[in-house]
């Protein structure tokens, strides 16, 4: 069987929330125990940097916090390869060679940039480096031969721009160098959940989230703040379970399925109140939440040890990504000094 190589990454922009865990991180460490499987695991700080120029010690701060995060849910170092993005300039140099591949009105096609470029507001400022990061996002996925990405939907685009360099490179330099890679989205209901005020999905600029550092008792305030039904005013009221947010983090998180049709069908006649089921949410939050925050603590208090794994991850990782730029050189002709 022919191995799967999987690379994912995260932008370092904050520390990591229940989103991420639900969303991607779970099904990280599930994807390492997976046989004739290597896993990358990318901190891509070079591409948080593309709209952050003027705001790089956020970034910096932000780099160990995610990989503190990534340890503490179980991401294995001995089974997965995590590293720094800035920390492999392969990655920057096969960039250059992709840019040429790309017109610049593709770049400007792109639905998720587009959409980045209207809520970032740079009007007409904006950073080359933050239009053009598709085409690095494709330098990294080629330098690994990815041949999976577990990314969220708002990632297709990558993917495709992605896949058209791999079939124009191999296409032009007649050699089936780069490799495809597909993309692997999450289950449905799982991609984006949302945040705890209802507003949206769960993100950092809505401050609805809770984060994988939060304390115990800070898990608890949130849960006992979050959005239900503003009409379910009295107990014996009925309310309503749809767009209620503790039903929908009971729905992905509380494994009693039976009981849980219960409390909706309670909830949905009157009778049931919302402390009850937040106090029923929170113990089972902080059951998961828990072992992650301990590990966390744990972790934090060597940081210099986390930051020994990502310098021998990036090492390994520039290894791997120096030999596809090696085969990319050569395939291009430009390798003028091998023998
Ligand atoms: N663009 C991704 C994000 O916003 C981060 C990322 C950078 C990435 N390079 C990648 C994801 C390569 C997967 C593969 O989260």
Redesign the pocket.
Known sequence: MNKKII?????PTGKLHLGHYVGSLKNRVKLQEEENTKMYI?I?DQ?ALTDNAENPQKIIDSVIEVALDYLAVGIDPKKTTIFL?SQVPQLAELTVYYMNLVTLARVQRNPTVKQELKSKDFGESIPTGFLT?PI??AA??TAFK?TH?P??E??KP?LEQTREIVRDFNRIYKKEVLVEPEIVLPPKNMGRLIGIDGSGKMSKSLNNGIYLSDSKEKVKEKIMKMYTDPNHIKVSDPGKVEGNVVFTYLDIFDKNKEELEELKKQYQKGGLGDVKLKLRLNEIMQEILEPIRNKRKELEKDKDKVYEILKKGSEEARKIAGQTLKEVKTAMGINYFDN
């Open positions: 690379l994912t990454g995260d932008r990318m891509a591409q993005q990061y690095s996002q990294d996925i990815a990405v990314v969220g708002d990632q990558m």
